[in-house]
């Protein structure tokens, strides 16, 4: 349950405009050709447009570099992200992805808002991180499907017992482990059983159910 749908990323694929995107980058775009688009690439120093952009298919392709895909791999590659991370700044139309970055780099800072306050207690804390799941859930298919064929899906039901779904996108939410904020709410996460001393989400994939006293 924890691989996203081919079905859903083909559907990111064609239905983002990757031209209006890239041009939100601050990448000018002219007509070449019948069919395509170029600018000065953002992945290299160049003063000849070399960066194609095929809004037909929605692809581009970098000639100065080699590189090339969809609209995911552009993000990739401009924002310095994962591929979930990717997918699901997409999948959420974020308001991030429509900004310049400035020069392309790896980030460290998240672009996901965060769903939890760092200086809350552990109760409140860990509440959170519940809520997080349980929003989640209801975002993914396959999480839905699987509860509906189980004859376990009611709406009543879900809120009650605040069930929730472990998607793998908590730690996207959360500056990155190197950074000295990021690894502290990483190490309150560990202690409460959140996350894993590998430094991975304890219920990755997994239908969380929690146990309320």
């Given at each position: 349950m924890g691989r996203i749908p081919e079905t859903e990323l083909d559907s990111l694929k064609s239905s983002v405009d990757l031209a209006a995107l890239v041009r939100s980058k601050g990448i000018e775009l002219k007509k070449h050709g019948s069919k395509d688009l170029a600018g000065l690439s953002p992945f290299t120093e160049e003063k000849t447009p070399s960066f194609i952009v095929t809004p037909g298919k929605n692809l581009w392709h970098c000639m100065?570099?080699?590189?090339?895909?969809?609209?995911?791999?552009?993000?990739?590659?401009?924002?310095g992200v994962s591929f979930r991370e990717a997918v699901e700044l997409l999948r959420t139309k974020n308001p991030s992805l429509y900004r310049s970055a400035g020069p392309v780099r790896k980030s460290t800072v998240p672009k996901l808002p965060p769903p939890i306050e760092f200086d809350a207690d552990d109760q409140t804390l860990f509440?959170?991180?519940?809520?997080y799941y349980a929003g989640r859930l209801k975002e993914n298919k396959?999480?839905?499907?699987y509860l509906k064929k189980r004859g376990l899906w009611e709406e009543e039901a879900l809120a009650t017992f605040r069930i929730g779904y472990a998607d793998r996108?908590?730690?996207?939410?959360?500056?990155?482990?190197?950074r000295k904020d990021g690894a502290e709410i990483r190490?309150?996460?560990?202690r409460l059983g959140i996350y894993r001393e590998s430094g991975h989400e304890h219920f990755n994939g997994s239908l969380v159910f929690p146990v309320i006293d």
């Open positions: 100065s570099s080699g590189q090339g895909g969809s609209v995911i791999d552009f993000v990739m590659k401009y924002d509440g959170q991180v519940l809520a396959a999480a839905v499907d996108t908590l730690g996207l939410t959360l500056p990155h482990k190197n190490t309150r996460l560990q």
